[in-house]
């Protein structure tokens, strides 16, 4: 029997999730050795016209890392699923969104106006944005570029998924167990997120030290205090979402002093991660008043961006619904007179 | 000049929908001739429950937008549910509890005042408006009270007009060829050997 064929590919990420698969080191000789990497733009020189010559169902499984932000993303992430016996979301942006999916506290007009002509070290006086179709002189040639979305999406939210390799990006060892699942024909229930389901404190080498009963009135940030490397880091007044987020990484980020951020995501029990980890902080502070608890609570500087970090798209709300606040970036020389980012004026432009 | 640069081409398959406030009437297509607000009530049964209960008995008359569910506690009120209740159309969530130190559990108001409270700040910077979340602290007999939280509720609402939280299209459906349950390399499917849970 002729080696499965299996592909990768990435949509709106930063690479880091390509980087992950050249992290197995020796194990990728052996995946290398079971199966046929018959798509990999970032690695091997193979074109979309190769995937689209294939027969529906060719490939045995398809990783796709990055959310979907494009119409090119869609149509790639659509190809590769008609293709591909099981599509894999691989990593945090295509399971939940991840950190691309923040631009969902804005829209396309928004991020144009920024990118292209608030931003301080833009120069662009003609105010040149890019579009879908340049028509090049006479000689009736066009460019064509692909349509930037309003919304981040999920890859879930694109195209049908079968399995979930979380994290930012995914640990090796749950890439390696997940290839060996495919290999042996072992795999769970579809759906499901190829990670333990527990959360990262059942892991954590710290786990020891952190206090059945928590009360925090200083939440701190890591560069504000000297850590101690050995206390659970929540008992330290840093905000830790351990408790909140599924296991399956080691806890790298504890061994390196450094709170987990969340970007395994949400065990199977819960819907909305951010809303449970925002939960699970806020009943942690220790004050009864109301006013005082505001206060305390003043020192979560960011709130959608610390418990939304990587997951907004999935989250219930998924984007920002309209703009209540005006924009973080308005201020000196920061476009004057024109609107700032965000600052849409009612609904009349999407 | 630079706004029509802009718009020229960019057509968007998923545009979202328009924001709307009081001002432009508060209509939604195809529901009808005029909006009302839609409120989620969450009361613990302990307290404010029992005043609900109590109001009604009384033929006390407020305004009937609000949908009560029963809880155990203000301490059980997820954000999650506050979130899953406005992304499935509420344009106003109500928490009641009872009064602080008078919990059934002892501390489960606490717990849902420090919730709320950053949720506010979450729903502020997600673009819904925090008057549209509220707390309230309402004892078993204080059913003019559950009468008048009803009624201003009602108002701020109807001032704030219809919320409306646009979900996410669905997936594009599977070729056919590719909805059997078959496996990747033939044969049924093993028990299943990676440790994990549903999504
Ligand atoms: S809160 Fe963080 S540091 Fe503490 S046990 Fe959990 S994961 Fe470890
Ligand atoms: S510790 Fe947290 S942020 Fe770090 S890799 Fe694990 S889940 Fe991700
Ligand atoms: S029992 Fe009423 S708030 Fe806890």
């Known amino acids: ?350 | 000049m630079s706004k029509k640069s802009l718009d020229l081409t960019m057509k968007d398959p998923h545009p979202r929908p328009l924001s709307r406030s009081a001002g432009e009437g508060g209509r939604r297509p195809g529901e009808g001739p005029a909006w009302e607000p839609k409120i989620v009530a969450f009361f613990c049964t302990w307290c404010t429950y029992t005043a609900a209960d109590l109001a009604g008995m009384s033929r006390m008359t407020y305004a009937p937008n609000a949908r009560i569910v029963r809880f155990m506690c203000s301490g059980r009120v997820d954000p999650q549910f506050v979130l899953k209740a406005f992304q499935e159309g509420a344009d106003g969530v109500l928490i009641g509890g009872c009064h602080p130190g008078d919990c059934h559990y002892q501390s489960g108001n606490y717990k849902a005042l420090r919730r709320i409270t950053l949720l506010k700040r979450l729903l502020k910077e997600m673009g819904i408006e925090p008057e549209r979340l509220r707390l309230e602290w309402i004892s078993a007999s204080e059913g003019d009270r559950v009468q008048k939280v009803m009624n201003e509720m009602t108002a701020k609402i109807r001032q704030l007009g219809p919320l409306h939280v646009e979900r996410p299209s669905p997936p594009a459906p599977l070729p056919s060829s590719r909805t059997g349950e078959e496996c990747p390399q033939g044969g049924v499917r093993a028990k299943a050997e990676v440790q994990g849970g549903a999504r």
Not at chain 1, 72 to 89: N, T
Not at chain 1, 141 to 152: E, I, K, M, N
Not at chain 1, 257 to 276: F, H, I
């Open chain 1, 1 to 350: 029997m002729s080696k499965p064929k299996v592909g990768f590919y990435w949509c709106a990420s930063c690479g880091g999730c390509e980087e992950a698969v050249v992290d197995l080191a020796e194990d990728l000789l052996k995946v290398v050795e079971a199966v046929d990497i018959v798509f990999w733009p970032v690695a091997l020189d193979f074109k979309r016209s190769d995937v689209e010559a294939m027969k529906d169902g060719e490939m045995a499984a398809s990783f796709v890392n990055g959310a979907i932000r494009t119409s090119e993303q869609e149509e790639m992430a659509e190809l590769l699923r008609k293709k591909s016996q099981l599509l894999i979301a691989f990593g945090s942006c295509s399971h939940l969104g991840g950190i691309p999916g923040l631009a969902n506290l804005w829209d396309r007009q928004a991020i144009f106006e920024c990118v292209y002509k608030e931003a301080p070290s833009v120069v662009n006086p003609e105010g040149v944005v890019p579009q879908e179709q340049t028509k090049l002189g006479s000689n009736g040639y066009a460019l064509t570029l692909p349509s930037f979305r309003d919304t981040v999406r999920t890859l879930d939210q694109t195209v049908e998924v079968d399995y979930y390799l979380p994290g930012c990006p995914p640990p090796v060892k749950l890439i390696v167990n997940a290839v060996m699942a495919i290999l042996e024909n072992k795999l769970p229930p579809k759906g499901t997120v190829l990670a333990p389901d527990k959360a990262l404190c059942d892991e954590c080498s710290r786990k020891a030290t952190k206090p059945d009963k928590l009360a925090l009135r200083e939440l701190k940030r890591p560069h504000q205090i000297l850590m101690d490397p050995k206390k659970c880091l929540l008992a330290q007044g840093l905000l830790c979402l351990g408790p909140a987020t599924r296991s399956g990484c080691d806890a790298p980020c504890i061994s390196a002093n450094m709170p987990c951020t969340g970007c395994l995501g949400p065990t199977s029990r819960v819907k909305d991660y951010g809303a449970k980890a925002m939960s699970a902080i806020a009943s942690l502070v220790d004050s009864n008043d109301e006013k005082e608890m505001a206060v305390l609570m003043e020192q979560i500087v960011d709130p959608v961006g610390t418990f939304y970090r990587y997951s907004l798209p999935a989250s219930l709300l998924h984007r920002r619904v309209r703009n209540l606040t005006p924009s973080p970036f308005k201020g000196e020389g920061w476009g004057e007179g024109k609107k700032g980012l965000g600052e849409r004026s009612g609904g009349a432009q999407r």
